[in-house]
């Protein structure tokens, strides 16, 4: 990754310290880069309320050490010194429970085969350069499927290749192709902030892919994407959106934070959420494909974690 200022390498080095904390499982890493009233915010999936504080984070971190073998890999990232934040696209590799019995939940021998999950973190900075709240969202294990979900998505229906999106994909930086990148990835998150996708004919490819990777689902191709922004906006009133945390990467990928509160209209409703997404751009500076991981709608968590959601 190529740094223009010396304000961006500081905040790519603490986002890198921050996963080398989870990749060499020394938690004593964070030490240096987080404030002392740091903040994890809930995920809603796998964390229901914030953390706050070094020790909570170190906590939850260690008892998925505790209870998980796995490999930590980062694929992605990018900073935005203006927002001063940084995002992290990581894969957890061959994640695989340590011992049955640290679990109430049985499962079967087959749920318990090793698998990948995929990741992101954003983290935001305070004024003195640490990390003083982070947001993430991630696929589910296999494992963590079958223990805390009623009704597991289909992990078979989409194919995600993790490696091909390390680093740069071949793509040469320049400034004049961060500014288009720039552009195209404020121009989409504008698409999901009014509904309108009139724009995706300039900034999106013609067989542009877009994957939720959490609920395992993926829509091929411009039209198609337009479609389902229809579809998303017939059923959902959207009552307040923020998609303006957008940061570039230096090579060809761009991420983006967003928070929406609406209203489901058939089921009314309200629900509450944030999303993070990684979008990969092509030699033209287009949109080629974007990387979904969201919170559940009210109507979603009920199918997911079934009535009796803890």
Known sequence: MVLKHDSEATLLQASKQYDAALKEQDLDKLD???????????????????LKGINEAKNY???????????HEVLAGAVD????????????????????????????SKDTLPSHTLGIFKHEFGSDGKIKDTWFLRQFS???????????????KVKVNAPIYKGSGG????????????QAASAYA?????????AADAVMAEDV??????????????????????SVFKSWKSEQQDRTTVAVSAGNKAFIHW??????????LTTKMYGLEMLVFNEQCQVSEILVLRQPLESQKAELFGSAEE
Not at 171 to 182: G, M, N, T, V
Not at 209 to 230: A, S, W, Y
């Open 142 to 156: 296999k494992d963590e499927a079958a223990r805390k979900l009623k009704n597991a998505p289909d992990f078979t």
């Open 32 to 50: 240096s880069i987080v404030t002392e009233n740091y903040t994890i915010h809930a995920d809603g999936i796998t964390l229901k309320a914030d």
């Open 209 to 230: 892919r877009f994957v939720d990777l959490l609920f395992e689902q993926e829509t091929n191709g411009r039209e198609e994407f337009k479609k389902m922004i229809h």
């Open 190 to 198: 504008q698409i999901w902030s009014t509904g309108d996708p009139s």
């Open 171 to 182: 793509i040469e930086p320049s400034e004049e192709r961060s500014q288009k990148q720039d």
């Open 61 to 71: 971190w260690q008892a998925y050490f505790d209870k998980y073998t796995f490999e």
């Open 81 to 108: 010194k203006e927002a001063i934040v940084a995002f992290s696209f990581w894969l957890d590799k061959n994640v695989t429970p340590k011992d049955a019995a640290v679990f109430d939940e049985k499962v079967s």
């Open 259 to 268: 928070s929406s509160t609406g209203t489901e209209k058939k089921e009314g």
